[in-house]
């Protein structure tokens, strides 16, 4: 009798054990995606770029405004076939993230009398098209 009601608490004791919740998980050896991406992302940027500039610009075409691919290192006003304002044309700057990042802001403080009036005022919004467009200029044509 005695050896049945070990039995018992033995089994008992490991259908106890076993069926507790672990009291601290281990780290998984491959950890979870990042779903948001890092900031001065160009994928986001492309969603922003198409969502706010697409409609005036393209990356390989000019539309009202001029092609963006390659505008990294690109002197202002340069793009064959686009025509500027005289205000662009009067505009000595190269592109680069510090000169696009001011004209993102406010277009007509950089270059009053342009035809450009629209801005993107959020930081994180034009870091992240900036990104966008440093990264097709890498794959200028």
């Known amino acids: 009798m005695r050896s049945v009601a070990h039995a018992v608490r033995v089994l008992l004791t490991t259908f106890l054990i076993g069926a507790a919740p672990a009291a601290q998980s281990a780290p998984s050896p491959h950890p979870?995606?990042?779903?948001?991406?890092?900031?001065?992302?160009?994928?986001?940027?492309?969603?922003?770029?198409?969502a706010k500039c697409g409609a005036c610009h393209s990356l390989d075409f000019n539309r009202v405004g001029p092609k963006h691919r390659g505008v990294?290192?690109?002197?202002?006003?340069?793009?064959?076939?686009?025509h500027y304002s005289s205000a662009l044309k009067k505009l000595n700057v190269t592109w680069n993230a510090t000169t696009l990042d001011r004209w993102l802001q406010n277009p007509t403080a950089m270059a009053p009398g342009t035809a450009m009036g629209f801005r993107l005022s959020d930081q994180s919004?034009?870091?992240?098209?900036?990104?966008?467009?440093?990264?097709?200029?890498?794959?200028?044509?």
């Not at 995606?33 to 198409?50: K, V």
């Not at 990294?72 to 686009?82: D, E, I, Q, T, Y």
């Not at 992240?128 to 890498?138: F, K, N, P, W």
């Open 32 to 50: 979870a995606p990042q779903t948001t991406p890092l900031p001065d992302s160009p994928s986001r940027g492309a969603e922003i770029y198409e």
């Open 125 to 141: 919004e034009r870091a992240d098209v900036i990104a966008y467009l440093r990264q097709q200029s890498a794959q200028h044509k």
């Open 72 to 82: 990294f290192g690109r002197r202002a006003a340069s793009v064959p076939g686009f």
